[in-house]
């Protein structure tokens, strides 16, 4: 049986509690992380976009549907309620159920806007796009 | 049997006498302890990747950071004497493997078929060739690179690496706390932890006989104060750092380095092109993390450099002397360095800078080891030199003005012009082993280096704005630092004027120059003493200022006192690199032209490296020497000038970490706040992030986009193809524009503008009105918003 010397059980021992670091880590971290109420994790967010931003200068007709981008990057899945209004009249509305990660292009409807400024946005947010309607 | 050589000797073993089999055996066993370590990277890098743990880079990124440059060491056949000295060295030099590697192989890749060389396929042959060639070369050289870089440094000191790794871990979860909830609690007793431990290591290294671990206790508090900022927010933390990634993610998306057609100098370094992409293809690093940990921890060797520098200094002294105090020493490098702006704030988020200053601080280190051979150490020095070229432009020429300047003052010394008389120099290399390690040929090469890479094979334009600058003004001698907060119509004023004449294609919208700006005040911390803010701010003035008159002091002492009373102490090459560091902090401090490109804060730290040495030898040659015959006044004055340096050390590293901020109110820094304007400035958050991708990725040339000064930082880590406009003052924003607003500008309402090159600034409060009125919202996630 080898024998052991004090310096050669220290480096044993030394190599084994960085090997019980690097393969314990992701329990170690999370654990900590919990402890102490902290995160790196992405800030999470939804965004709504338009799919042709220069519509914003050349303006949508009148029945043409505009084309809004929805993300969701708030960690879950979630059920949206998008709204379409103009001075604050209701337009439209409707509902999109989306995955965390996933995007989803949303066509809102313009029939029955008049010309000026549509604003689609998320319920309960503060998140929205604007697009000018021009008469058809 | 034994190999001499020109620095130590080497133990090996005779060769095996008998059979193919014993003879393989026996050569293995030459490159065990490098074989060993290879083996243990590669299986727990693949380990690691089995459970999807977030540290499978680790073990990678270890090797490649540090056996290529124990490979050179040992080729060389040369290492400082400390353990500290040739893990800071080993790293430096595997920077310069990996830059040369990865230049090379994008160079010559696209000329043989190879069109993407810097992807994962070809990194890893090439790697795994350098690893075949590394185990070769050391069993035919008899000499394991690993081996030869451990040999006599025994195990580590255990209670060193679990302070320091505590350190550290407190430091990430704080951060992690901050980020998450805002709670600066825990952030706040890691960073006490850190100075406390920094002040506790003065302390305790005070007696000369100090066992305490300082070179790790150094390393592992300036690493957690470093990850404190560094890891600050959704993504990288600073402002030039932005703007660095943008480039490293062109080159890690285009699998190959290329000379950029704009001359673009971000674009021109390889420590941001190639030295990240190589490590993401051979380990999986995150470009993100690249930035985020191992540039910090790089940095973090820097003090280490300049600390195992300092305390060798004495080797050269055969009578009298003993090395300076460790805690000495230690006290220098936390005043000078550690609680430098550059060091705490700066260089973190200034990655290409922050790694060639490292690199300068090893450099430096390799001019003072004795140890090595003279020979070996102009040969390091020479590579050196060579990686800092591609690493940095500004250091790379600061260097090479650094040489030509310390080779001739160090030649008027030698020759007896400046103050030493000839004869006792010439005593003196008779008398010790004293040397001059700077000589024509580096002087040369480092200017060959620094106009060869930069202006000769990529012509970039790093030069060109500072050299016109200085010929249409001047120098400019006035106090280098004042900027000033102008009201924001005046400030208005002075930018629309420039911009009609940088930015004649903006269309101003029909009546924006009648929006009313009223002006916004900066979120600061009140402090928990704010009475006594008026007292802290003079006391740290005086200290500040303070440490330049003991650089000052420091060099006139070795000239005139140190030099002519023991020239042995003093050699040609510290009087040099002394009087040339005390010329460059001065002319940068001073002058409003070179400051306005080059942070005189980031050129004190160069002062600060090259006379940390004559800084400690006259603190130490004035501390009275402790003997068995003191009497009770001596002891009375020992203690007292031990108490009052530990004071000056402790004002400026309170002041330097932001606890300062935090006691009697003011700007803290991001790492220890949660809505302070630096965050605001330089916190970058997800969906801040996101809505730059989303503008790379829908907004094309010849479209504008406009952001306002600290807004645009983001956009400048996904660059699109779009022109970048830099405000968003109503008069000044193109009615065609495409105008960011960062969450800043829009959840806290407030906006900033510079005019003047930064000279003159002011907060204004965001005029969303404005916009809301002339714009549509095309993008939008709540705290940012995109108007069209």
């Known amino acids: 049986m080898p024998r052991f010397n004090g310096r050669v059980a220290r480096r044993l021992l030394l190599s084994l509690a960085v090997a019980a670091v690097l393969f314990g880590f992701t329990p170690i971290s999370h654990a900590l992380l919990r402890a102490v109420n902290g995160s790196f994790a992405p800030t999470p967010y939804t965004s709504l976009a338009l799919r042709s931003p220069s519509q914003a200068e050349s303006g949508v007709k009148q029945g043409v549907p505009v084309r809004v981008e929805l993300t969701n990057r708030s960690g879950r899945t979630r059920i949206y309620e998008w709204r379409a209004t103009q001075a604050g009249a209701l337009i439209d509305v409707g509902l999109e159920k989306l995955a965390n990660g996933r995007s989803e292009t949303i066509l809102v409807p313009t029939n029955h806007a008049a010309s000026g400024n549509l604003r689609v946005s998320l319920a309960g947010t503060d998140v929205y796009v604007a697009v000018p309607i021009l008469k058809s | 049997m034994t190999t001499s050589d020109s620095d130590t000797r080497v133990r090996v073993t005779p060769l095996a006498p008998h059979g193919p089999l014993a003879t393989a055996r026996e050569i293995g066993s030459r490159v065990a302890p490098t074989g060993i370590w290879l083996s243990a990277a590669l299986i727990s890098s693949v380990a690691l990747a089995a459970i999807h743990s977030p540290l499978t880079p680790l073990p990678g990124v270890v090797t490649i950071l540090f056996v290529p440059g124990a490979a050179v060491m040992s080729i060389l056949r040369t290492r400082p004497a400390s353990s500290a000295g040739r893990a800071v060295l080993a790293v430096c030099l595997s920077m310069l493997v990996v830059m040369v590697v990865g230049g090379t192989a994008s160079l010559l890749g696209p000329h043989i078929g190879i069109s993407r060389p810097l992807d994962t396929a070809t990194e890893s042959v090439i790697w795994a060739l350098i690893a075949l060639g590394v185990l070769a070369i050391g069993a035919a050289e008899r000499r394991d690179p690993v081996a030869w870089i451990f040999e006599g440094a025994g195990t580590p000191n255990i209670i060193g690496v679990v302070t320091s790794s505590l350190l550290v871990l407190i430091s990430i979860l704080g951060v992690a706390e901050l980020n998450h909830t805002g709670d600066i609690h825990l952030a706040v007793f890691g960073t006490i932890l850190d100075v406390g431990v920094l002040l506790a290591g003065i302390a305790g290294g005070w007696d000369r006989e100090s066992r305490w671990p300082l070179s790790i206790l150094l390393f592992g508090a300036s690493l957690a104060l470093l990850l404190s900022t560094s890891l600050r927010g959704g993504h990288l933390y600073g402002s030039d750092v932005q703007r660095e990634f943008g480039v490293a993610w062109s080159t890690v998306h285009a699998g190959v380095w290329r000379i950029p057609a704009d001359h673009d100098p971000y674009a021109s370094m390889l420590s941001l092109t190639v030295l990240p992409a190589v490590l993401r293809s051979v380990t999986k690093l995150r470009l993100t993390a690249f930035f985020e940990l191992v540039v910090p921890a790089i940095l973090a060797l820097l003090p280490v450099a300049v600390f195992t520098s300092v305390r060798s200094v004495p080797r050269w002294v055969t009578s009298g002397r003993t090395a300076p105090r460790p805690g000495l020493a230690l006290g220098v490098v936390t005043g000078i360095i550690v609680s430098s702006v550059a060091f705490s704030s700066d260089l973190v988020s200034i990655t290409r800078q922050a790694m060639a200053t490292t690199m300068l601080a090893a450099l430096v280190m390799v001019l003072f080891d004795r140890s090595m051979s003279k020979r070996s150490s102009q040969i390091v020095i020479g590579l050196l030199i060579l990686a800092i070229s591609f690493t940095h432009y500004t250091t790379s020429y600061l260097l090479a003005a650094v040489l030509v300047c310390a080779w001739l003052v160090s030649l008027l010394w030698e020759r007896g012009s400046l103050v030493v008389p000839r004869g006792e120099v010439e005593r003196h290399r008779k008398s010790v082993s004293s040397r001059r390690m700077l000589n024509g040929t580096l002087v040369i090469l480092a200017v060959v280096a620094a106009f060869g890479w930069n202006l000769g094979i990529t012509r970039n334009s790093a030069l060109s704005a500072p050299s016109g600058a200085v010929a249409t003004n001047g120098v400019g001698i006035v106090a280098s630092t004042n900027t000033s907060l102008l009201p924001p119509d005046q400030l208005e004023h002075l930018l629309v004027g420039e911009l009609r004449q940088s930015a004649k294609y903006i269309v101003p919208v029909p009546g924006s120059t009648l929006v009313h700006l009223t002006t916004a005040a900066a979120p600061a911390t009140r402090g928990i003493a704010s009475s006594l803010t008026g007292f802290w701010n003079k006391l740290n003035l005086i200290v500040t200022e303070g440490i330049w008159v003991v650089l000052g002091v420091a060099l006139l002492y070795g000239i005139f006192r140190l030099g002519r009373r023991r020239s042995y102490a003093f050699t040609s090459d510290l009087v040099g690199l002394g009087v040339t560091g005390l010329i460059l902090g001065g002319l940068l401090r ?85 809505s302070d304007v630096n965050v605001d400035d330089f916190a970058v958050s997800t969906p801040e ?100």
């Open chain 2, 590 to 674: 001073t002058s409003g032209t070179l400051a306005s490109f080059y942070d005189p804060e980031r050129a004190a730290i160069i002062t600060a490296i090259l006379l940390a040495t004559p800084a400690t030898m006259l603190l130490d040659d004035f501390l009275p020497r402790r003997t068995s015959s003191m009497r009770t006044k001596e002891t009375w004055l020992a203690r007292a000038s031990f108490i009052v340096g530990f004071l000056y050390v402790a004002v400026l590293v309170i002041e330097a970490t932001g606890l300062g901020a935090l006691l009697v109110g003011g700007e803290a820094p991001g790492s220890l706040s949660a």
């Open chain 2, 689 to 788: 992030v996101a809505t730059a991708a989303w503008l790379r990725s829908n907004v094309k040339y010849p479209n504008i986009v406009q952001a306002d000064y600290h807004g645009g930082l983001v956009l400048l880590s996904q660059p699109g193809s779009y022109d970048l406009v830099g405000e968003i003052m109503p008069a000044g924003v193109d009615r065609g524009a495409y105008i960011y607003l960062s969450h800043f500008n829009l959840v806290d309402g407030i906006s900033q503008a510079d005019a003047n090159g930064g000279g003159s600034w002011t907060l204004y409060h965001s005029t969303l009105g404005f916009f809301n009125r002339y714009f549509y919202v095309v993008y939008s996630t709540g705290t940012t918003r995109v108007y069209h």
